[in-house]
């Protein structure tokens, strides 16, 4: 069992900077062969992946996202952290993040989501 838990700010200012943190608890982010990712939702849209870390600390990103999109991580806390520059009221959005099972080929299926948290674009 892996918990994860979404914090951060849930309204950012047009241009400036969405930060959300992931806190996983029950296991470790460097563990093989786990993935570490974000995906969120727009009102009345769907589910839209944002990008990961892998248990190796690589990344990757969403090519509709990936001048905007930073992901990183702090081993000694067990967190890894969103940065989305940038933003305008389109990334209004609940904001997910999960862990993917996979193996050294890359993700391949979810297993574990936080609970999310809104976060609201608007000045």
């Given amino acids: ?7 951060g ?4 200012k047009p241009s400036q900077t969405l930060s959300l943190t992931c806190t996983v608890s029950g296991g ?4 093989n062969y786990y993935y570490w990712s974000w ?14 870390i892998a ?4 990344t990757y990103y969403s090519p509709s996202l990936k001048s905007r999109t ?7 806390k067990n967190q890894f952290t969103l940065q989305l520059s940038s933003v305008t009221p389109e990334d209004t959005a609940v904001y997910y993040c999960d862990r993917v099972q996979g193996g050294l080929s890359g993700p391949q ?3 574990y989501w936080g609970q999310g948290t ?3 674009v608007s000045s």
Avoid: A, H, M, N
């Fill in 1 to 7: 069992q892996v918990p994860l838990q979404e914090s």
């Fill in 9 to 12: 700010p849930g309204l950012v």
């Fill in 28 to 31: 470790s982010i460097t563990t």
């Fill in 39 to 52: 995906i969120r939702q727009p009102p009345g849209k769907g589910l839209e992946w944002i990008g990961y």
């Fill in 55 to 58: 248990y190796s600390g690589s």
């Fill in 70 to 76: 930073s992901i990183s991580r702090d081993t000694s």
């Fill in 109 to 111: 299926e979810y297993d």
């Fill in 118 to 120: 809104q976060v609201t």
